[in-house]
């Protein structure tokens, strides 16, 4: 059994939607950002930062959401992941952790949209982060040149495309066109509607869109 801790519409969505694609059997502990759960120090035992994704699996526990896909996919879901010495481990490598550097965007937006009290929050900072987003979202799609990021589906479409996801909260996809149909194609997996209807409530992205 594998146990995910998550927090609705947060980088633990990566894993539990991955565990749908890989038909695991799993539970979900639901977690929220409001008030000090992840400070507990019963949580803190599991995922040093107080972050979520954690997952619990057989004796282990496993932070940090690109490893967790890494090492499922090396353990239960091979063909998920690309194995060490396979034509496309590189790439593969490559995008599943480029869902961190669209994060990171992610992270600044959700604070100066969402988080910060509206007195401290920049609008420098939105509209430089908002760039940096779409930006790296133009990285996606002049490499999208097939239905998905690899040969086939992968965990690199589950981190990639959770994060542009997101990302289409804060900028808009126009001109983005092979980006907006491989979004459309991944929305339209059984797998994704699954994992959507277990998110959870959403408590942290109430809107559809925060840019302009
Ligand atoms: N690189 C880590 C980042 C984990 C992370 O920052 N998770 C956020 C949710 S998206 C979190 O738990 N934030 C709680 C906090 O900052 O207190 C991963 O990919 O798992």
Redesign the pocket.
């Known amino acids: 059994m594998i146990t995910l801790h998550h927090?609705p519409q947060?980088?633990s969505f990566r894993i539990l939607w991955f565990l749908h694609e890989a038909g695991l059997d799993h539970e979900v502990r639901y977690h929220s950002?409001a008030g000090k759960a992840?400070r507990d120090p019963a949580f803190l035992a599991l995922s040093p930062a107080?972050?979520?994704?954690v997952v619990e699996v057989d004796q282990a526990v496993l932070?940090?959401?690109?490893a967790i896909l890494e090492s499922l996919c090396e353990t239960r879901a091979p063909a998920l992941g690309r194995a060490p010495g396979t034509v496309e481990r590189g790439t593969y490598l490559e995008w599943l952790h480029y869902g961190?550097t669209i994060?990171q965007h992610l992270a600044q937006l959700t604070f100066h949209h969402i988080a910060l009290r509206p007195a401290d929050r920049s609008p420098v900072v939105q509209k430089l982060e908002a760039l940096r987003l779409r930006r790296v979202l133009e990285g996606v799609e002049t490499a999208l040149d097939g239905d998905y990021l690899l040969d086939g589906f992968s965990a690199a479409d589950i981190m990639v495309g959770s994060s542009a996801m997101i990302g289409a909260r804060f900028v808009r996809l126009d001109g983005l066109a092979r980006l907006q149909d491989w979004l459309a194609r991944l929305k339209a997996r059984p797998a994704f509607r699954a994992a959507e209807a277990a998110d959870g409530t959403a408590e942290l992205y109430l809107k559809e869109y925060y840019g302009d």
């Open positions: 927090v947060s980088r950002f992840l107080g972050r979520v994704p932070f940090e959401s690109g961190e994060a």
